[in-house]
């Protein structure tokens, strides 16, 4: 329900898109030749590659290098931070400079593939992480590692309520695969023992909230009257607002982060 009030997938994929122009208002060329492009899917985390084509069908592709792209504006407080961000602070518009597409032959005369990581970094471990760990085992790499020119990638938080409610922050340094299952090496060390199935995520807390809050409205939709939200502690916050209340509450908190069409 948050991706779709969000429209878009809120967790880190890697997408390839195809766009058709110059002329359509998200693929132009600004005043000194570079195409400027306006992606779907927010945040870019990094570039992974992408390739051109007449659009004359066949289409015969010419493969671009990924450092010919440049993300305009990366997120605030993902990468090279010790703390991720709580903020939806991020842009979907990409430059691509070297001459490899141009106005030349008019309004939609070339087709741009761009292949990119994007969305909010999020996993759980798939083995015990100990203390003085550096390393993890996730179901999810996909975003972690540091973008190039970078020796940080994305900072995240270890929910673990198991432990004192222990929560530590993890800042990952390396990624074993691009996407998929994989290992982590983080810093600092754990502090704490973590259990398989433990969440870490660079997800900001207004998108977990608004998880929670959608989570609540469905439970008080089947008929319920009132509902524990969750338990903090030896307490318990509770809540009897209607479930329309809470769902437009939630769709309001997702709001900032819903894709730019």
């Known amino acids: 329900m ?15 898109e195809q766009l058709k122009g110059p002329g359509d208002p998200r693929f ?28 004359i069908p066949p ?11 440049i993300v305009n504006s990366p997120p605030l407080g993902l ?24 106005t030349w032959g008019g309004r939609g005369s070339c087709f741009a593939q761009i292949t990119y990581a994007n969305g909010w970094p999020h996993t759980s471990l798939t083995a015990i992480g100990n203390p003085g760990d550096t390393t993890l085992a996730v179901d999810d790499v996909t975003g972690w590692a540091p973008p190039p020119g970078l020796t940080q990638g994305a900072a995240g ?25 994989g290992t982590l090496t983080i810093t600092p060390a754990l502090t704490w023992q973590h259990q398989q199935g433990i969440l870490l ?15 609540v409205g469905q439970a008080l939709t089947r008929g319920a009257t ?28 997702v709001h900032p982060f819903k894709r730019i069409r």
């Open 79 to 102: 990468f090279g931070s010790s703390i991720p961000g709580d903020a939806g602070e991020w842009g979907q518009i990409v430059t691509l400079g070297g001459g490899y597409v141009s």
């Open 157 to 181: 938080v270890i929910y673990d309520p198991s432990v004192n409610s222990a929560q530590e922050t993890a800042v990952v340094t390396a990624a074993s695969a691009a996407s998929g299952p």
């Open 201 to 215: 995520t660079a997800m900001p807390a207004q998108l977990q909230w608004a998880c929670v809050v959608y989570a």
């Open 59 to 69: 289409l015969e592709w010419t493969p671009i290098p990924a450092n010919m792209f």
């Open 2 to 16: 948050v991706d779709v009030a969000a429209d878009q997938v809120l967790r880190a994929t890697i997408t390839t």
């Open 28 to 55: 132009e060329i600004d005043s000194i030749g570079n195409a400027t492009i306006l992606l779907s899917r927010s945040p870019i985390l990094q570039i992974l590659g992408g390739q051109v084509a007449p659009a």
């Open 226 to 253: 009132a509902t524990t939200v969750q338990t903090i502690g030896p307490s318990a916050a509770r809540t009897t607002d209607d479930p329309y209340t809470l769902m437009k509450y939630a769709e309001e908190m």
